[in-house]
T-cell receptor
Framework: QKEVEQNSGPLSVPEGAIASLNCTYS??????FFWYRQYSGKSPELIMF????GDKEDGRFTAQLNKASQYVSLLIRDSQPSDSATYLC???????????FGSGTRLSIRP | GAGVSQSPSNKVTEKGKDVELRCDPI?????LYWYRQSLGQGLEFLIY????????KSGLPSDRFSAERTGGSVSTLTIQRTQQEDSAVYLC?????????????????FGEGSRLTVL
C-alpha cells in the first residue's frame, strides 16, 4: 500500500463547477496535511494546509480532513481554466519530519 | 537569495558518469529536502536535512546516491555511475524549520529543479 494515494486522473470539470480531489494516507499517526498545485513544467506551490478534522476554507478552496477515515480532500469552487494543473496531496509522516507526496491528480477545467 | 536556487537546471550525461546537483536554500531556512520526480509522476522523497544532519536517508534509491549539506546552507546530491532510470527532475525544497516543529507550518519552498537525462 502506498503511503499517500491519489487518483491520477485526468479529472475533467466544466468551468464554473466544483472540482473535488481526494487523497488517502496510510500513516494513522499523521497530523499535518497539505495540498500543492503544480503547473506543467513548474515546481509545486502550496495552496492549503490542514491539521484539524473538518473543513478549512480559503477563498475558492476548501480542504477537508477526516483522520478516522485517513482521508483528505480538496474542493475548488467556481473552477477556472487557470485551475488546470496537477494537484499533489502531501502528508507529514508522524515518526519523522519527512513530507510524503502522492502521485498527483491531473485536473482539467474545460471552458 | 530570494528563493531556492538549483544548478544545473539541465544536465545530460552518459550512463556510468557521476553527476552533482546543487541546492542553495532560502537564507535562514534550516530544513532542506530533496525529491525526485519522473515524467508524469509524483514527488519521490529522497532525503532531508536539519542543519547539516540527515536524520532520514531512507528514500535514497541505492548506494549510488549520496547527499551532504555544509554550513547549514548549500546541499549537494551526488549520483555515481548514473543509470538511465536515474533520468528525472530532482527538486530541492527548504523550510524555516523541520515540518511539524514550532517554526514551521510545513510549507516547502521549491527550487526550479535540475532535469537530469542519462543517455
Amino acid at each position: 500500500q502506498k503511503e499517500v494515494e491519489q487518483n491520477s486522473g485526468p479529472l475533467s470539470v466544466p468551468e464554473g463547477a466544483i472540482a473535488s480531489l481526494n487523497c488517502t494516507y496510510s500513516d494513522r499517526g499523521s497530523q499535518s496535511f497539505f495540498w500543492y498545485r503544480q503547473y506543467s513544467g513548474k515546481s509545486p506551490e502550496l495552496i492549503m494546509f490542514i491539521y484539524s478534522n473538518g473543513d478549512k476554507e480559503d477563498g475558492r478552496f476548501t480542504a477537508q480532513l477526516n483522520k478516522a477515515s485517513q482521508y483528505v480532500s480538496l474542493l475548488i469552487r467556481d473552477s477556472q481554466p487557470s485551475d488546470s494543473a496537477t494537484y499533489l496531496c502531501a502528508v507529514l509522516y508522524s515518526s519523522a519530519s519527512k513530507i510524503i507526496f502522492g502521485s498527483g491528480t491531473r485536473l482539467s477545467i474545460r471552458p | 537569495g530570494a528563493g531556492v536556487s538549483q544548478s544545473p537546471s539541465n544536465k545530460v550525461t552518459e550512463k556510468g558518469k557521476d553527476v552533482e546537483l546543487r541546492c542553495d536554500p532560502i537564507s535562514g531556512h534550516t530544513a532542506l529536502y530533496w525529491y525526485r520526480q519522473s515524467l508524469g509522476q509524483g514527488l519521490e522523497f529522497l532525503i532531508y536535512f536539519q542543519g547539516n544532519s540527515a536524520p532520514d536517508k531512507s528514500g535514497l534509491p541505492s548506494d549510488r546516491f549520496s547527499a551532504e549539506r555544509t554550513g547549514g546552507s548549500v546541499s549537494t546530491l551526488t549520483i555515481q555511475r548514473t543509470q538511465q532510470e536515474d533520468s528525472a527532475v530532482y527538486l530541492c525544497a527548504s523550510s524555516p524549520g523541520l515540518a511539524g516543529g514550532p517554526l514551521n507550518t510545513g510549507e516547502l519552498f521549491f527550487g526550479e529543479g535540475s532535469r537530469l537525462t542519462v543517455l
